[in-house]
T-cell receptor
Framework: DQQVKQNSPSLSVQEGRISILNCDYTNSMFDYFLWYKKYPAEGPTFLISISSIKDKNEDGRFTVFLNKSAKHLSLHIVPSQPGDSAVYFCAATGGGSGGGADGLTFGKGTHLIIQP | ETGVTQTPRHLVMGMTNKKSLKCEQHLGHNAMYWYKQSAKKPLELMFVYNFKEQTENNSVPSRFSPECPNSSHLFLHLHTLQPEDSALYLC??????????????FGSGTQLSVL
């Protein structure tokens, strides 16, 4: 059973508009969440993270929101740029899965396409 | 440059071949990982090494054999693989495996095809 779900395999957004990528989780013990970005033929690279003690974390054009009661997090990119076209993975760790990088559980990813 | 280097980038092998994947990290980290990424599936953790000691083996078949001679190098030895083992194999590192070190640094991966 998937503990981290990204239900949209792909998302198309016009350049300059806001991109919103969603992620749901089922394990209430997760307490740290990360987003990774992956270009073709490259490994995933860390983008932004959030601890469960916060509900928002912002880094430049990227903001992650966490709604613990709904077990939902989202990544907002604004404004979207062509270089943002990539696959975005949501990941979670903590609690029963074991805190730290060895306890990370990943979603399947969402392919974001930024249209000019 | 990524700091985590994997070779080869691509590998095609028959089911009776023996090959090895290599990973090297230049970040001074103590933990290294092997992940498998199959099409339309989440990244699957295979093995974890912390200070050269294997701390996790995620029910991986014995046809995959990891080796970690030191904290900077990690190998994945492959033998008698099956076509369903075709996937992208990613190496990653982190400072340690403990809480507070959740961020992984990935290599570019080895795209493996088993014929």
């Amino acid at each position: 059973d998937q503990q981290v779900k990204q239900n949209s395999p792909s998302l198309s957004v016009q350049e300059g508009r806001i991109s919103i990528l969603n992620c749901d989780y089922t394990n209430s013990m997760f307490d740290y969440f990360l987003w990774y970005k992956k270009y073709p033929a490259e490994g995933p690279t860390f983008l932004i993270s959030i601890s469960s003690i916060k509900d928002k974390n912002e880094d430049g054009r990227f903001t992650v929101f966490l709604n613990k009661s709904a077990k939902h997090l989202s990544l907002h990119i604004v404004p979207s740029q062509p270089g943002d076209s990539a696959v975005y993975f949501c990941a979670a760790t903590g609690g029963g899965s074991g805190g730290g990088a060895d306890g990370l559980t990943f979603g399947k990813g969402t392919h974001l396409i930024i249209q000019p | 440059e990524t700091g985590v280097t994997q070779t080869p980038r691509h590998l095609v092998m028959g089911m009776t071949n023996k090959k090895s994947l290599k990973c090297e990290q230049h970040l001074g980290h103590n933990a290294m990982y092997w992940y498998k990424q199959s099409a339309k599936k989440p990244l699957e953790l295979m093995f974890v090494y912390n200070f050269k000691e294997q701390t996790e083996n995620n029910s991986v078949p014995s046809r995959f054999s990891p080796e970690c001679p030191n904290s900077s190098h990690l190998f994945l030895h492959l033998h008698t693989l099956q076509p369903e083992d075709s996937a992208l194999y990613l190496c990653a590192s982190s400072p340690t495996v403990g809480q507070g070190d959740e961020k992984l640094f990935f290599g570019s991966g080895t795209q493996l095809s088993v014929l």
